[in-house]
Every structure is written in C-alpha cells, then in structure tokens.
C-alpha cells in the first residue's frame, strides 16, 4: 500500500492526461484523492501501530535501493495532504470550471494529481535524493496551475516561483551532494548514522546551511518569502486553497526531517546557530507580514500574508528543539492547513459568485452569500486562535512550549500575533456585516461549493473539540524526532 | 594531461559564461549557451561520465538551445540594458553563495582520490554486485532502471509535467493544418541542406533506436534515445517545415505518447506487484532474476523512450506554432528556425 | 589536504556564481533563464567531479579494467539534467505567455505595466 499512495495519483495523473475535455478529468482526479485519503488513513493507523513502516523500492535493500519510510511524523503529513486533496477536489470542479477554460481540463486535473504526487512522494521517501525528483514534480505542476490564474499577473507569478523555487531545489540539491561526497550514501537513516562520524567538518556545516537555505525558500520563510503572495493571489481558487494548506507544509515537514532525523538535533542546534536564526526570522516573519496583512486590498493576497505569518509559528516551534516546541509546530502545519483550505475554500465561493476578492465586493456580502461569510467568520476564529477552534491547540501548545523555555517575550509575539489577526480578519467582518450593500440581491454559492467548504470548517471544530488523534500523533512523532535531545543516545 | 584539458575546458566555460551574462544580442546568447553545454559535455567526458556527457549534449547544446531560440524568435532579439538597479544586492548574494561554497570544499576529499567516502561506500555494491544481480556491464544504466529505478520513473514524471505545463499553458492544435506551398521559403529552398537532410535524418534515425537498444551495453539508454529521435524530427522540421513534420506524426496521436510512457513504465511497477514483488521489484517477471532483470529494464526503458521523444517534440512543435501565429508578418512556414538566420 | 586538490571545484563555483549573478541582475526573462541554467550546470559539474576516480574509467564494466569512475552521481545527474530541461522549457513557455500579455520580457517594464492603473 505504502507505493500506491504515490504511485497511483502519479499514473493517475497521466491517465487523466488521456481522458478527453470536460467534467471527465475531474471526476477521475476526484476518485484517485479519495483513493488517497483511504490509504493514507489505513498507513496511519499501521504507523502508529508499528512505529515505522519501511518499504524497498524494486526489492532493493537501502542504502542501495530508494526506501518509503513511514512514521508518526510523515503519516500525519500523508494524512493532512490526502485529507485536504479527498476535500479540495470535489470543490474544484466547479470552482474551476469558472476560471479555466473547459478544453484544458485533462491538463488542469493531470498537473493537479503530478502535484498531489509530489507532495506525497516528498513525504513519504527515506531517500535524500528522491525528495528533489518529487519536489520539482510537485514544483512543475504548480507553476503549471498558478499560470493558469485568470490575471496576467499569474504569468508573472508563475515565473518569479519558478526561479525561487528552482534555485531553492539546486541549493537542496548542493547540500545533498556534500553529504554525498562525505558519506558516500543517500538513504536518510544511513546518512543520520554516518554524519556525527563527520559532524566536524566545514563541508557538513555547508551541506547544513545550503539545506536549509534552499528549503526555506520553498517554505517562504521570511525574508525568502516574495514568491508567495504573488502566487497565492492570482492562482485559481481552488488551487491556491490546496496549494495554501500543503505546499508550505510539506517543504516545513522537509525541514524537520532534515533537522531532527538527517542531521539530528545535536548537531543542528549543538553545532550550528539554526535557533539563533530560524527563532529570529520567525518572529520577524510573524509580525512583519501580519501588519502587512492588515493594509491589503485583495482578500486573497491578505490571506497569502497571513499564511506567511504562519508559517512563522511553525518555524518558532521546531527552533525551539524541545519536544513540546515540535509538537506544537507539528499540529499547527495540520491544523493551519484545516483553518486555511476553509478560508481559501470560502474566498473561492466568493470570486465563483462576484469574480473578484477585493474588499470592495464585501459590503452586505453578510447578507447576500450568508453560509459563505459564516464559514469566512468560522475559519477566522480558528486562525485568530479562539478556544474550540484548531487555532486554539496549536497556539496553546505554542505558549506551553515557550513558557516551559522560559521564553517570555515570545509568549508576547504570540499573543500580539493572535491580536494582529484579530485586526484583519475583523476588517472583513465589519466590511461584510455593518456595511450595507449596493446591490443587496441574494447570491449564495452553489451547494457543491459549500458543502466542501463546511466540511473543513466542520474539521476545524472537531479536531479542536477531540485532540486525541491530532495531538497523539504529533506528540509520539515529536518524541521520536527529538531523542537525540533529551537524553537519549545522540 | 587529464588536468590540463581539464582545466583548460573549465576555462572555456568560464569564457562562455560571461559571454552569456555580457551579450545583449540574445540569439549570440543562445548559441553561446549551446556552445557552453557542448563544452560541459567535453568536460563530462574527461570525468569518465559518457552518458552524462551524451545527455548534456543533446538536452543542453540540442533541446534547450533550440527552445530558446524559438522563444527569441517570438519575443525579442536584443536585450535592454538594465537601469536604476542597484547591483549590491546581486552581488552581495552570490559573493556570499560563493565564499560559504569555497569553505564547504575545503574539507572535501581531494579530486580523485580513491579513498574517499563515495568510492568506499554504496557505489562498490553497484561495481560489484551489478554483474551477479543484473547482469549488463554498464553500471550506470543498471542503477539507473534498475536500483534506483524509481528515481527514473520520477525522472519521466517530471517530462511528462513539463509538457502538460507547456500544453496547458501554450496550446496545440489538435489537426495539423492543410500543407500549402508557399512561394517563399527559407531553409528548404537550399537544395544542399535538403539533400543532406534527407541523408542525416534517417541514420539519426537508427542510432536512436541503437541508443534505445544498446544501452545496457555501452552509453545510451531511453533518455538518450528519446532525445536524439525527436533531434532528428526537428531537424526535418527546421529543413522541410513544421507541417510536413507534422504529417509525419499526427499531433493527436503524439500528443497521446507522455502519457502512454509514463503507463509503460509505472505499469512494469504495477505488474511486479501483481505477481507478488515489491513496486519495480523485475526478478518476478522470469524465472531467471538476471532475465527478469534484464526485460524490466527494456520495459522501462522503452517508456522512456517513448515520453522522451514525444514530449521533445511536443513542446517543440507548440513553441514553433505559436511562433508562427505570433509573427506579425504570418510567413513562418519553417518554425523558429527560420527566423533565427 | 591541498586547497589545490580541490580546482575542480572551485572552478565549478566560478560558474555557479556568474550563473546566479547572471540570474538577479538581469531583467531579460530568458537570460535570467540561461543563467539559472548556467547555475545548474555548476552543479552538474560538481556532482561528478564527486565521482571521479583518478586512473578510473568510464564505469562499463570490461576485463583488464578495475579502477571505474562512480556511476550514482552519473546516474543521480541524469536525472537532474532532465529536471533542469524540463524546468527550462516551462519557464520559456511562460516567457511567451508574458511576452504576449505585457508585449515585453524585460522584468521591469512588466513590473510597471502591472502599476498602471
């Protein structure tokens, strides 16, 4: 099964490729994601059963052959991408239907399955090499469906993604070839064994650093974040709503692996400064784009602001190196991924109705597109942080993390950000409910928009009323990532 | 000598590079840059690497080259010069790129030297094992479909999403259009490139099938094949213009090719599993793993092959296309080609 | 270990070097492309200098031979050529695209296309 995660979005995208224009492609796209989500939710369940799950490529045993390696902390990932596809898709077949033209819909759904693909192969592989073969599929079919935004701007959104992008991938992909050169393997827990043996030397501190650098270009880690609001505001609805809830993760997911499994956290925060810079930027990152996010006349855009904002709660959490810190970044990559597919899922509702998400269309849309501003309000108040909501655990977990630290200050950047939003989200509110309309015609979405779009907002209240399953699985992921810290053999 | 050439191809690379980075006649820019990969692929060559060295040429001097001369064809020739940029920033990144580059080397193994990691661990098992597990003598195509196969059905998979972005994105007719005669041509007036044409491409012809069928033995593979197959169609193109190219391959059924490849190959996979193996595991094909071996790896090299050539085609036909519906004066029966004299 | 073992390498990151700066400093699209590609050829370069065995040989396995040149960076580079192709052809795809919406491919007449109102 373990394969077939990957392998059959990866076919499947190429079957859809064949399927003549039309409703077609869609409704195969639709069938592989459900398919995802029914794997990846049975590998889950193995996951946490077993521990790890490891698969042989071609029955070749690794170092030699490419390994899939499944744990807590993929498997969550696995879970959240499939999670987010089996709901996004369905959506995306009317959504965009209004904004691409029908004769490219065997293109549209096949890049949409090679960038599931990607997303999934990059979690899933235990082989260094093998995440860039699936991050430039990924990274193919994205610059594919963020150029077929409606906008010209797309265009060139498209194009600035792709030169970040693929710089960060080259950069990657140096740091991969000097842990190559100085250990003479790929495998990711055979470099994990091999690497303290050459901890010392520049050349790993350079591996360290290219590593870094280049993924956090893809995870638009402020300052490298100049790729996204671009991208996100003029991609199509719906893919800027899947694209917004796993891309960033995925490359944060990267990020982890390669601080806490590759490299280990003794060597990543003992040897080099990574808390004195990730901690840093993130707080930066955090504030900075939160008030950029304010003055923004795009709705979309100031949620792409937004998301660069928290993507620095992830960051903060994994520079903290504790356990707690990991676990709070581990559920905020899930439970940010449910707050923003229902607010990006609610803005698609509203260009499907109006064609446009600037705040000037909001007056009266309270009224005129009711469940759609309802679940806008709902998935706010997740990503302000309100008890009850997703927002609320991962935030919680934040400050926990923080105070066990000691870390005061930052206990005040969180709630300062949590304030921020409060402000952005609360300026589409007042907009759309005190403000009256021009045209005060009722113009709700369509079901098949809304039904998906409540789906996730529904998400973000049952997974911040149970925890069991979020929380069980980051918290067991955690402490797997961080033996090395907490006394146990390095 | 090794050291020298070495040096002396770096050099010239060096040479080139700033060529590109100075020329503000694009299309000297381009061919510079096709001349920059030829070099590269010399340099490959003197490294020992002859089937990287046959990639680069024919992607790198071939495929890109001819991708951004036809894009050259259709937007502009010269650059402008860059104004009220600042050039500290630039600067700045790349000095910093290059100094953390320079200490990262500092601690690698000397260039060569047989005692280093990578030729002490991983790669011995391939030298050594490949013969017994596998049984063809070029190691590098048995990592390639075979240990590390799945890295090279994602390989295909990125082809096969680098032309549904160009479709998605470009277009291409479905029908090719009527062929009509037209009094003015460019390149198929020249009766020397016609007849020379007409003898080169069938043996280009033949050595891609070579290449496709020979690379378990010497340096080729699908990749290879794939190229120099669609190579060949170009250069009927560019000689006899793109409609009677395109009568040689329907579109609707080339544009079928991508896909069906990347079935062939992950296909393979799915079939090891039915019979009871791991994803792309081929011993279960035979009764003999080095048999079973051996007929995997033509299976998935054949659908490499087959997405290859047809996606180089592909997008090469939707840039030319586009061209000549772009071109203001609507007389671009030759392609890019023709417009790159 | 010689700083001069390494002249390889370091000739490499030359490259690498005009590659990005060629990249950042110019506002031609398809020459920022040509530079991104020169970028990775750099590290084409590097890769297999990694696998170069001094006296080895191409690594086709033939009697009277033992000393072969490391085939996983060939192999690894392989793939990553067919990347950088892929990558090259998307990002040229898209300058067309740009050059017939904004009727230019210099980065900062599209830039102040988009600012006018």
Redesign the interface.
Known sequence: ML?LIV?VP??G???A??LPAGRLPWLWATAVSWFMLWAAAGLAAQAMDLGVLS??????AP????EYRLDPANALLALLIALLAAVVLPYAGPSLASEVPE??TP??Y??LL?FL?GQM?ISVTG?A??V???L??SS??T??LI??GRD??A??A??SY??MG??GA?FF??GV??L???????NMADLAA?IPA?AE???????F??IVVGVCLKLALFPLHLWLPNAYTYAPSAVTALMAATATKVAIYVLVRFIYTVFGPAFAFGDMPTAHLLVPLAVIGLLSTSVVAIGQGDIKRMLAYSSVAQIGYMVLGIGMATALGLTAALLHVFNHALMKGALFLALGCIAYRLGTTQLAVFPGLGRRMPWTMAAFVAGGLSLIGVPLTVGFISKWHLVLAAIELGWWPIVAVIIVGSLLAIIYIWRVVEVAYLQPAEDPGRCEAPLALLVPTWILVGLNFWFGIDTRVTIGIAERAAAMLTVGLNGGAP | MDTVVDILLLAFLAVCAIAILRLRDLFAMAMMFGLFSLITAGLFTTMDAPDVAFTEAAVGAGISTILMLATLAQTARREQPVTGRSKLLPLLVVWVTGA??I???????AFGDPS????????P??LQQSTADIGIPNVVASILA??????T???V??V???V??V???L?LRARPPRVVRRPVRRLDQHAVLKVIAKLVVPVILLFALYVQFHGEYSPGGGFQAGVIFAAAIILFALVFGLDEARQVIPPRVLQ?L???G??IF??T??LT?LLG???????MLRESPQKAQQMGIIMVEIGVGVTVASVMLLIYFTFAERGRHRRPDGNGDDGPGGAAE | MSFFAHYNYHLAIILAMIG?YT?ISRTN?VK?VAG?NI??VS?FI??IS?GVVEDGTVPILSEGYTAYSNP??HV?IL??IV?GV??TA??LA??V??NE??GTVEEDQ?QAK?EEP
């Open positions: 394969p392998v990866m076919l995208a190429a079957v490729a064949l698969y042989w490529m071609g029955g070749w170092p030699f052959g490419i004769r490219k293109y549209l096949a890049a090679l693909a192969g082989d090499f093998n860039f073969v699936f430039e599929i193919l079919a610059y594919t150029g077929l010209r701007r265009l060139t498209s194009f792709l030169i693929t710089v080259t992909l140096i070839g000097l190559y050169a100085l250990t003479g393997t790929l091999r050459v030397t520049r050349t790993v501190h350079t591996a650093a290219f | 953390v580059l200490y990262g080397t500092v601690d690698l193994p280093a990691p990578v030729h002490t661990h991983v790669a098992y391939y075979s240990y590390r196969g799945y890295d059905l994602g390989e998979v990125v096969f999403a680098a549904v972005g479709l998605a994105l277009g079928r991508p896909a069906a990347v079935l992950g296909g996979g799915l599993m193996g791991n994803y792309l595991d081929y011993d | 990005l990249m699209l920022k991104l970028f990775q590290v590097l890769f990694l996983l960076p690894l793939t990553a990347v892929a990558t998307l990002a898209l300058i695209r740009i919406a904004y599209v988009d």
